[in-house]
């Protein structure tokens, strides 16, 4: 069966410090993946998708970069947190038209 | 881009109450998810709607597409403590990369 790994499961980094959040897929090849931001008080924002090894499209210009450096794997990352990067990461996969299968998310908070 | 309204943002209701979720698109609709997430946790698939009048239930919840009013329904019957949580809408765009775009949410309290 399918799984998804997401970890850590929360992080608290000062402002300005780097960044790197790790997911992997189990059980399958080839998924479609995305990165997700929930913000307090905000919905689900998409970041980044990916549709095979080193293809990354970006929804929305930021301070983060997203990686795909193998199949199943999908990193984020940020060179400099600031504040405004706080919030609950979310990566999630698809292999067609039925909806996302999620990680449990990480909670990172910017001091 | 596609918007996604939410309502109630927020619900409380006393256990065994009936409850409904309503999600409204600003564009088409060609798919819409329902998902549950508990506070700090990843989202859980409740269920998935393709066509126009098309209705689905898992246990006790039952969710609804009106195609033509670009609008989704989720009703619960005889809430319970465990439907707690927050609730997600989300619409899959037309595009072939399967983005979704997701809704505000809407809190569900339960009382016992």
């Known amino acids: 069966s399918q799984t998804i790994h997401q970890w850590p499961a929360t992080l608290v980094q000062p402002v300005g410090s780097p960044l790197s959040l790790e997911c992997t897929v189990e059980?399958?090849?080839?998924?479609?993946l995305y990165w997700y931001r929930q913000a307090a008080g905000r919905g689900l924002q998409l970041l980044f998708y990916?549709?095979?090894?080193?293809?990354i499209s970006s929804e929305v210009p930021q301070n983060l970069s997203a990686s795909r450096p193998q199949d199943r794997q999908f990193i984020l990352s940020s060179k400099k947190l600031l504040l405004s990067d706080s919030g609950f990461y979310l990566c999630?996969?698809?292999?067609?038209?039925?909806?996302?299968?999620f990680g449990s998310g990480t909670r990172l908070t910017v001091v | 881009s596609q918007e996604l309204e939410q309502s109630p943002q927020s619900l409380i209701v006393q256990e065994g109450k009936n409850l409904t979720i309503n999600c409204t698109s600003s564009k088409t609709l060609y798919g819409l998810y329902w998902y549950k997430q508990k506070y700090g946790e990843g989202l859980i698939f409740l269920m998935m709607?393709?066509?126009?009048?098309e209705e689905k239930s898992h246990e006790k919840i039952t969710a609804k597409l009106d195609e033509k009013k670009q609008q989704s329904s989720l009703h619960i019957t005889a809430s319970q403590p465990s439907h707690a949580g927050i609730y997600l809408c989300?619409?899959?765009?037309?595009?072939?990369?399967?983005?979704?775009?997701f809704g505000t949410g809407t809190k569900l309290q339960v009382i016992p």
């Open positions: 999630a996969w698809t292999q067609g038209a039925y909806g996302y299968t």
């Open positions: 989300g619409a899959r765009d037309s595009g072939g990369y399967q983005k979704v775009t």
């Open positions: 709607l393709q066509k126009g009048g």
């Open positions: 059980g399958t090849s080839n998924p479609n």
């Open positions: 990916s549709v095979g090894i080193g293809q």
